[in-house]
């Protein structure tokens, strides 16, 4: 009795009938299925913080309120992100993304109609943790449907979505909350989950590997949620409590006792969660180190930027978002070209330049003044974007590429785990740097310009207001106009100097990310994770 052979890893008996031959399964298909989704869940990451505002005033909502908005989501995906890889491996991809993209679309429409914070941030919540299911499914989805030879095409385009989306929501959520209204920010999910679901049903594919794990390491998920969910926590309010603080130590020392013990128990689990052999690979491990670093240099940035565009140079949500079109338009344009040069040559030479160029944008960005115009801005924003596009498609094919099929829904949820932390330890520790500048300078700068003695309370209360870049001038009590023309020019002039060291902090980051880029080679497309054998 012979047995049937299998393809790509995938057994027979689950590779489902295909009722439109070169319909369902079809690669270039599948990416448009699969973008759709993850544009979806890319523009919510920043299309909600123009809303939050709106948000505040119609709901009567506290400061504090707003924040758990951003941050309820930001740690239910973080969290998520692995254990939902898992579960794209056990149960296949398809029906993982499906979940997903449902779930989200639904959580989506629930905001919408919701009438108090408290349902609001329960509902973002939701929204994270299917989020966490759709992105890794993505990537599982693309890792098993492409051939090795166009799947970093592939991966530039999607890069390319998550890029454009990620730049892009300022200028939709602050055309639709100026236009419409907050709501409206969450309900254009709907359409954008329906149509991703139609496709999907239609085109997706399951693959499930041979090897595919059939239980799950329920110690390894809680310890790894608990060490995730301890650090990114300590990383959102170590701004607020300070990094000296007992409660940020804290959670620092929960979160690494807690990786420690993940560590150990998954050398000793049937089927662990992460196999620690995944990190044998070095290019995997240098494409994880490598996104951590570059979301770091990005995100980070980014944060000032946007305060730099709108609390300095006086734009509106709309026109900051605008003014970051060069940067988003490069990455556009290099995502998938990098993509194309990958395959052709390797990594290791497209990544290393992206990174140099990374560094040199943000030195660029460091030099920025208080005016500087808007076409000294574009240079830099398009060099940025320039380098992290190739950036994004490197280190995400490092990692997905290198790994085993069987575990390629792991490997997307590492992926995504390693940008959000890489992104919040890059908002807290240059927020941390720019309020280290402003607690140094402000008071000097203070007195020369001879403005008014305050007291330290009132100075600390000025430092937070000019830590993002506003003057601290009272709008229901003004001070004279000559007063409070000194007192922007001191706020601005001690913004810059915070935003100037931030990103050359970044820059340096930037440019260490270019020697971890050395390490990294074409993906292997296969291999056992402790072995190497071969399985597609």
């Known amino acids: 009795m012979t047995s049937e052979p299998t393809v790509a890893g995938v057994k027979p008996e689950q590779q489902e009938p295909s009722p439109r031959p070169g319909m369902r399964g079809h690669p270039w298909l599948t990416l448009i299925s699969v973008a759709i989704g993850v544009m979806m869940v890319a523009l919510d990451g920043t299309i909600?913080?123009?809303?939050?505002?709106?948000?505040?005033?119609?709901?009567?909502?506290?400061?504090?309120?707003?924040?758990?908005?951003?941050?309820?989501?930001?740690?239910?995906?973080?969290?998520?992100?692995?254990?939902?890889?898992?579960?794209?491996?056990?149960?296949?991809h398809r029906q993982t993304f499906l979940v997903g993209v449902s779930g989200f679309a639904i959580a989506s429409a629930a905001i919408g109609l919701s009438g108090n914070v408290t349902a609001v941030v329960a509902f973002r919540v939701c929204q994270g943790l299917f989020g966490a299911l759709l992105m890794p499914a993505a990537l599982g989805l693309l890792r098993a449907t492409f051939p090795a030879e166009k799947l970093n095409m592939a991966i530039g385009i999607w890069g390319m979505v998550i890029g454009a989306s990620t730049a892009g929501g300022p200028i939709v959520g602050g055309l639709l909350v100026e236009h419409v209204n907050w709501q409206s920010v969450f309900f254009i999910n709907?359409?954008?989950?329906v149509l991703a679901l139609v496709l999907g049903?239609?085109?997706?594919?399951?693959?499930?590997?041979?090897?595919?794990?059939?239980?799950?390491?329920?110690?390894?998920?809680?310890?790894l949620s608990g060490a995730m969910f301890c650090l990114i926590w300590a990383l959102i309010?170590?701004?607020?409590?300070?990094?000296?603080?007992?409660?940020?130590?804290?959670?620092?020392?929960?979160?690494?006792?807690?990786?420690?013990?993940?560590?150990?128990?998954?050398?000793?689990?049937?089927?662990?969660?992460?196999?620690?052999?995944?990190?044998?690979?070095?290019?995997?491990?240098?494409?994880?180190?490598?996104?951590?670093?570059?979301?770091?240099?990005?995100?980070?940035?980014?944060?000032?930027?946007?305060?730099?565009?709108?609390?300095?140079?006086?734009?509106?949500?709309?026109?900051?978002?605008?003014?970051?079109?060069?940067l988003t338009a490069m990455m556009i344009v290099s995502s998938p070209a990098a993509?194309?040069?990958?395959?052709?040559?390797?990594?290791?030479?497209?990544?290393?330049?992206?990174?140099v160029l990374t560094a040199i944008a943000l030195f660029g960005?460091?030099?920025?003044?208080?005016?500087?115009?808007?076409?000294?801005?574009?240079?830099?924003?398009?060099?940025?974007?320039?380098?992290?596009?190739?950036?994004?498609?490197?280190?995400?094919?490092?990692?997905?590429?290198?790994?085993?099929?069987?575990?390629?829904?792991?490997?997307g949820g590492l992926q995504q785990a390693a940008m959000q932390i890489g992104g919040s330890l890059g908002t807290a520790v240059l927020g941390a740097v720019m309020a280290a500048r402003v607690d140094r300078d402000l008071p000097g700068n203070w007195k020369e310009a001879g403005l008014p003695a305050?007291?330290?309370?009132?100075?600390?209360?000025?430092?937070?207001?000019?830590?993002?870049?506003?003057?601290?001038?009272a709008p229901d009590n003004p001070p004279a106009p000559e007063v409070a023309e000194k007192i922007t020019h001191v706020a601005h002039d001690t913004f810059m100097s915070g935003m100037g060291?931030?990103?050359?902090?970044?820059?340096?980051?930037?440019a260490g990310a270019a020697v971890v880029a050395g390490f990294a080679k074409r993906g292997a497309q296969a291999g056992d994770a402790s072995t190497g054998a071969v399985h597609i």
């Open 48 to 92: 909600v913080a123009i809303a939050n505002p709106a948000i505040q005033d119609d709901l009567g909502a506290s400061l504090a309120d707003v924040q758990w908005i951003t941050n309820g989501y930001l740690l239910a995906l973080a969290v998520a992100l692995i254990t939902a890889g898992k579960l794209g491996d056990r149960f296949g």
């Open 190 to 193: 709907v359409p954008v989950g």
């Open 201 to 223: 049903l239609v085109i997706l594919k399951d693959h499930r590997a041979e090897n595919a794990p059939r239980s799950f390491d329920v110690p390894g998920i809680v310890l």
């Open 237 to 326: 309010k170590a701004p607020e409590w300070g990094w000296g603080d007992g409660s940020t130590l804290l959670f620092l020392g929960l979160s690494l006792a807690s990786f420690v013990a993940f560590g150990y128990w998954e050398t000793r689990a049937a089927e662990p969660l992460l196999p620690l052999g995944l990190f044998r690979s070095v290019p995997l491990s240098a494409g994880t180190v490598l996104m951590i670093l570059m979301a770091f240099g990005f995100m980070g940035g980014l944060f000032f930027v946007t305060f730099y565009l709108q609390n300095v140079h006086g734009m509106s949500p709309v026109d900051s978002g605008l003014h970051l079109l060069p």
């Open 339 to 355: 993509g194309a040069l990958i395959t052709k040559v390797g990594p290791r030479a497209p990544l290393v330049g992206a990174m």
């Open 365 to 411: 960005l460091a030099s920025l003044e208080a005016d500087s115009g808007t076409g000294l801005m574009s240079v830099w924003f398009a060099l940025l974007g320039l380098g992290l596009g190739p950036g994004m498609v490197g280190a995400t094919e490092g990692i997905v590429g290198n790994a085993p099929l069987e575990f390629s829904g792991v490997a």
């Open 454 to 473: 305050t007291s330290g309370q009132e100075l600390d209360r000025a430092a937070d207001a000019v830590a993002i870049g506003r003057p601290p001038i």
């Open 501 to 510: 060291l931030s990103f050359t902090v970044a820059a340096v980051v930037a």
